[in-house]
């Protein structure tokens, strides 16, 4: 772990007037849906390459704040849950930024309590200022706006992080990642093309639930924030009229790019009440992996690897039910990647590239009608 960071106001200076594509030290932070924490890790990158990865570390919500937050879930600006929120996250964000030293770069994702993209828009809470102001560090933040002003999705975003990646790995051949957090991603990657926003270098897309609904489960019946390890779900049995319902959605059906909301399959809980808790549990898990399954049939190509990341790898019940799915799934932790901090560097990765007006999404990611780079960056006072 990084020592604790001393604000050096020559430093900042420094960082505003590099060149803007020099490889900078850039941390970036995530709060996800599954309200666990924060996850917060270092980059070094120019915005094009990865050359480096550095200290990470994580920072847990308590359960008052995880209430404060999911108070605001399906909240716009101005509502009243979400000032109380977002000074949470602010704070929680503040505290771990201030565990780093040597940082040029902030890139500050926020936390997302609405989305419905060709509809109100996308929130997330969370004030890059604040951070900016608190840090003495300039703040890359509110990534999505843009690419949903201009007809995208807004999600997913960590694409073109994963086509970086395919490249270091020295991938010669079409491979995926698989985000299993609060909401299942998956992003197909062409890695012979250099440049993500080259047509044909990506496909992306949200599969559908993941942890979400079956962390929902486990806090209304025993009070507990997961299924650890998929211990529950191992004890019990899907049940088959349930997740045949669950493929039964429109959104299956649609072509992607497209995306989610956390609670967008709010009812798949009420859909399992008469089950047992192990049972439900089981439900949850398999419907999760159908949906992945469901979302590889648009592959534009074949992959031979099926690199897994997020909460979600550590569920053996999850990873077992997509291994009987899909063929070359792995924990990304064997690749020698981190595959609890992917979507933090993501997002250290993205803010070099906003400072260097580089896109962050383009059609084949979000939808968006052409390749478009968002973020907005807060300097200190």
Not at 4 to 26: N, Y
Not at 183 to 198: K, M
């Amino acid at each position: 772990m990084a020592p604790p960071c001393i604000i050096d106001r020559s430093r900042i200076a420094g960082a505003q007037v590099k060149e803007k594509d020099e490889p900078l030290w850039v941390l970036g932070m995530m709060s996800g849906t599954s309200l666990d924490g924060v996850d917060a890790a270092m980059v070094l990158t120019d915005g094009i390459r990865v050359l480096d990865f550095g200290p990470h570390a994580f920072r847990p919500y308590a359960e008052a704040e995880r209430a404060t937050i999911a108070a605001g879930f399906g909240a716009w600006p101005g509502d009243p849950p979400v000032r109380a929120a977002a000074e949470v996250v602010e704070a929680a964000h503040v505290e771990v930024a201030s565990r780093f030293a040597d940082v040029a770069l902030v890139g500050f994702h926020g936390q997302t309590l609405a989305h419905d993209p060709g509809g109100r828009g996308t929130h997330q809470a969370g004030d890059g200022q604040v951070l900016a102001s608190a840090l003495g560090l300039p703040v890359v933040w509110d990534f999505r706006s843009a690419d949903v002003a201009l007809g995208g999705q807004g999600a997913p975003l960590v694409p073109f992080f994963h086509h970086a990646l395919g490249r270091r790995l020295g991938a010669t051949e079409p491979l995926a990642f698989l985000n299993l957090g609060g909401v299942g991603n998956l992003t197909w990657v062409d890695p012979r093309l250099t440049s993500p926003e080259a047509p044909g270098a990506l496909l992306a897309f949200d599969t559908g639930p993941a942890n979400a609904p079956v962390n929902d489960l486990m806090q209304e019946r025993r009070g507990q924030a997961l299924d650890e390890g998929g211990a529950l779900a191992l004890s019990g049995r899907p049940d088959a009229e349930v997740i045949a319902r669950f493929l039964a959605s429109p959104y299956f059906f649609k072509v992607p790019p497209k995306s989610l909301d956390r609670n967008a399959f709010h009812d798949l809980l009420p859909w399992v009440a008469h089950l047992s808790d192990a049972d439900a549990a089981a439900t949850l898990t398999q419907a999760a992996a159908e949906a992945v399954a469901r979302g590889a049939e648009h592959f534009p190509a074949p992959i031979s690897r099926l690199l897994v990341a997020g909460g979600g790898r550590l569920n053996a019940a999850l990873m077992a039910a997509l291994r009987a799915k899909l063929p070359g799934v792995e924990d990304i932790d064997a690749t020698g990647l981190n595959g609890d901090m992917l979507e933090a560097q993501a997002f250290a990765y993205l803010a070099a590239r906003v400072r260097r007006g580089l896109p962050t999404s383009g059609p084949m990611t979000t939808g968006v009608r052409a390749s478009v780079g968002g973020g907005q960056i807060s300097w200190p006072d």
